[in-house]
């Protein structure tokens, strides 16, 4: 939404409405806008204002503005178009972030709105009566230079010699290095802080540390970064305090003798770009719930804690992107071993063990397949936060109940060399379990520790004593979420029938699944809702004690950033691709589509990859940078996709074109085939390629149709009915796919870095998405700084590489890094980053 004011030019009214670019440009001193069809095109002589606005997927708009300065620009254009580039910034509610652009020296974000490069022509733009835009054609070479984002230039030869030249009218020799343009920035080894006074006078702030809180609301700032330069503008500034503060900062930068190209980028307050964030300590994460959830949640809380009966709209339904029909097979890792789950028992996780999860669908062309590592929150060998699972998981194994403790050995034995009880679930122990879900086919109960302070207003419970059954409804949840309570009671009790029973499970799942609910008379819950609990469900969570009572708004899935990773000799380098598309693809190439709950690694055919292990460690790798300052989390789900093998989870980010996906040859050879008119499709993968594992090699007389959790025909194997089955190597194996190898999954160890860090990586494995949870893990092994270094002619294996520093005694490390190990950790990431970086451990 725009708003207007005296101060601002009227050419400007109805700007940023819809999606696009939108170009003015400086004509007679006057803003006219530019037509369509010259956008891309910009004269040396003339300065322009362009407006990119992206429409968010939370529905609100997102607008950069950039204000672009011809090389033989007059300096009054030049600074009538900075002045109103702040005018447009105000009327678009101050919320944008502002870049100067100069011609040769365009930012890469500023290029990607002009694909595949813009058209720099000499002149000046001009839409008066009697002037048309029309260019006396010369010949001109220019050169291009960049992968994605192109800069073009006009070269300039030498006439004297080069018969080639003739045919463009005159001789130019190609140099073998085309002199820089732009004079290297000083060498400034510190960032610096400046306040910019209401007279346009920079002063220095004196500190070895930047923190936001040294920003006011009421004064303007500079960041001096050296190759870029930050004006930082609180939201109580004036646009006349604005002005004069970029008249200063472009005083500083002649005054200094910095380059006529230094990118200087605005930015008014609340509107922090993430680069800029990553000079200071600390930078507070924020949370912006959509306005209208948050009064919708507030005022329906208010009514319902008054004891009115409260009608919510439905909630938007999460559709899945695959189909949820297809063959789901889970195995649990028993030490050395995999044993795969019976289908009636795939829908028990157990907290304390790990499981590998396949789900075999139909897609467009052929099978594809999909794999999970679900590593629970007390399995012995990884600390992961708990809660971290993609919805897309939740809705392919459709009904989920997760129990506290384990079968497999080493949880058993990880319990007992710690001396710690056992808390696998059984009939005899209390056990409180939240319900969430968005449906009957996308539904959890989660067990979790008996006491109040678990209960939350926005969920609904229940909770088993030996001697009763409650299910407690929170003030803040809906009918959809009881109506689920009443159906996962049902399922909890079959489970546990199965414990005080030698009964066979799958005669009585398959009897709830295609019979009403409520067959079960083992449990007779009593209802109770909040605020009127009585005095023995209390005891039974050991007493009345606070909890989370207010609304819990879900997060909107944040729109993607698409990364190219460069990972070499211990130097790992990220760099964004702005507005990109499924042409940013590039067969050579490694990238990361970051989604913030989830990321996927693609890999291109012809990148220098060899391995998902490897691909997975350049996921890891991207977490620990978070580039965007987004904080996230090194638990966070990583899928690997390969180039010809992109499943809907990833295309659905794309504008997706399947007969791009398959074509032969490098980058070069396929652009050029399309040039030719002649492209053409892969046959078959190319040699050493990565095909996902597929049901092609299982006879179809070995497929049979079984009932699945929801109630629908699933096609499954007829092993999967043999309870507690291990998958051992023969030759009559009939399963659709090898079983993962539990030395894969475990290849990596855990570090206990208490609460210092964000917490250890997940086990490396070799095959992903990995969905898990966490608690503390083993030990260390220590080892000398020498083999723990990147470049290390003696590595150390089976170790967490993005945290080799955590595998150093106290001592090395104090003399390594000359600082204590806690106070490393308490430096902001990016600092730790680099230090390990410069010392080989990163």
């Not at 008249?247 to 006529?260: I, L, P």
């Not at 150390?796 to 595998?807: F, K, L, N, P, S």
Request: glycine share 6%; hydrophobic share 35%; with cysteine.
């Amino acid at each position: 939404m725009a708003y207007f004011s005296k101060a601002i030019d009227t050419t400007l009214l109805g700007a940023g409405a819809k999606a696009g670019v939108e170009i003015w440009c400086i004509e007679n001193l006057q803003l006219v806008p530019v037509p369509r069809s010259s956008h891309g095109k910009f004269f040396s002589g003339s300065a322009y204002i362009i407006l990119n606005t992206v429409l968010l997927k939370s529905g609100s708009p997102e607008h950069d503005i950039h204000y672009w300065l011809g090389k033989d620009a007059k300096e009054v254009d030049s600074a009538l178009a900075s002045d109103k580039a702040l005018e447009l910034d105000e009327a678009l509610g101050s919320h944008t972030v502002q870049y100067r652009e100069v011609q040769g020296q365009e930012t890469e974000k500023f290029l990607s709105y002009f694909k595949p490069c813009i058209i720099p022509i000499e002149g000046v733009f001009s839409l008066g009566p009697g002037h048309v835009n029309t260019e006396t054609y010369q010949v001109t070479v220019l050169t291009c230079k960049g992968d994605r984002a192109v800069h073009v230039k006009e070269f300039v030869g030498d006439p004297d010699v080069g018969e080639f030249w003739s045919l463009f009218g005159g001789y130019a020799p190609i140099p073998r290095d085309l002199a820089s343009a732009v004079p290297e920035q000083p060498d400034i080894s510190t960032v610096k802080l400046f306040w910019i006074t209401t007279q346009g006078k920079l002063c220095q702030i004196e500190t070895d540390n930047l923190s936001k809180e040294m920003l006011n609301s009421n004064k303007c700032y500079m960041l001096d970064c050296g190759a870029e330069l930050f004006i930082w503008m609180g939201r109580s500034t004036s646009i006349t305090e604005r002005k004069t503060a970029i008249s200063a900062v472009e005083d500083f930068v002649r005054s200094q003798g910095r380059s006529v190209g230094t990118h200087i980028t605005f930015l008014t307050e609340g509107s922090e770009t993430p680069l800029f964030r990553s000079y200071f300590d600390r930078w507070p994460q924020k949370v912006e719930p959509k306005l209208y959830e948050e009064g919708r949640g507030k005022v329906a809380a208010i009514f319902k804690q008054s004891g009115y009966d409260v009608k919510e709209l439905p909630e938007e339904d999460c559709q899945p992107c695959i189909d949820c029909s297809g063959t789901l097979k889970v195995w649990r890792v028993n030490a050395d071993e995999v044993s795969l789950i019976p289908v009636a028992e795939q829908m028990k996780f157990y907290s304390g063990d790990c499981y590998i999860v396949q789900y075999t669908y139909a897609g467009l062309e052929r099978e594809e397949n999909l794999f999970y590592a679900w590593l629970g929150c007390r399995s012995a060998l990884a600390q992961i936060v708990e809660g971290r699972e993609p919805e897309q998981f939740f809705s392919i194994t459709q009904k989920l109940i997760i129990f506290k403790g384990g079968m497999s050995i080493r949880y058993k034995r990880s319990t007992a060399e710690k001396g710690i009880p056992d808390e696998t679930f059984d009939d005899t122990k209390t056990a409180l379990f939240r319900v969430q879900g968005k449906s009957l086919n996308n539904m959890q109960a989660i067990q979790v520790d008996q006491v109040s302070s678990s209960l939350n207003s926005s969920y609904c419970y229940i909770l088993k004593t030996q001697t009763s059954v409650f299910t407690w409804a929170g003030n803040l949840s809906s009918a959809r979420d009881q109506d689920l309570v009443d159906r996962m009671l049902d399922l909890i009790n079959v489970c546990i029938s199965l414990f005080l029973t030698d009964l066979v499970l799958i005669p009585a799942f398959a009897q709830l699944m295609h019979l009403p609910f409520h067959l079960q008379p083992t449990w007779q819950p009593i209802l109770v809702r909040e605020g009127s609990e009585p005095e023995h469900l209390w005891n039974a969570l050991g007493g009345k004690g606070e909890y989370p009572r207010e609304k819990e708004i879900a997060r909107f899935t944040e729109d993607p950033h698409l990364f190219t990773c460069v990972s070499t000799e211990g130097d790992f380098k990220v760099k964004e691709i702005f507005n990109f598309s499924q042409d940013d693809l590039t067969t050579e190439d490694v990238l990361v589509l970051d989604c913030h709950s989830e990321i996927y690694v693609w890999i291109g055919r012809h990148s220098t990859i060899g391995s998902k292990q490897e691909a997975f460690t350049i996921g890891l790798k991207f977490l620990e940078t978070d580039i965007l300052i987004e904080g996230l989390s090194l638990e966070t789900p990583i899928y690997v996709v390969t180039e010809a093998y992109e499943p809907p989870l990833f295309t659905r980010f794309f504008d997706w074109d399947s007969s791009k996906a398959n074509m032969i040859g490098n980058s070069f050879e396929r652009k050029l085939a399309i040039l030719n008119g002649r492209a053409k499709k892969m046959e078959a993968p190319l040699g050493g390629s990565w095909k996902a594992y597929s049901m092609e090699t299982t006879p179809n007389s070995y497929r049979s149709r079984s009932v699945g959790p929801n109630g629908v025909a699933r096609s499954i194997s007829p092993a999967s009915s043999v309870l507690g089955s291990r998958l051992k190597s023969s030759d009559n194996r009939r399963f659709s796919s090898p079983p993962p190898i539990p030395a894969k999954l475990f290849s990596g160890s855990s570090p206990d870095l208490g609460d210092t860090a964000k917490g250890p990586h997940a086990p490396s494995i070799n095959t992903s998405p990995q969905v898990h949870e966490s608690q503390d893990g083993p030990n260390l092994n220590i080892y000398p700084y020498e083999r723990l270094k990147v470049v290390s002619s003696d590595p150390v294996t089976g170790i967490d590489v993005t945290r080799r520093e955590t595998y150093l005694s106290d001592e090395e490390f104090q003399d390594v890094f000359k600082m204590t190990r806690s106070a490393f950790y308490q430096l902001p990431k990016w600092r730790r980053n680099k230090l390990k970086m410069s010392l080989n451990l990163f």
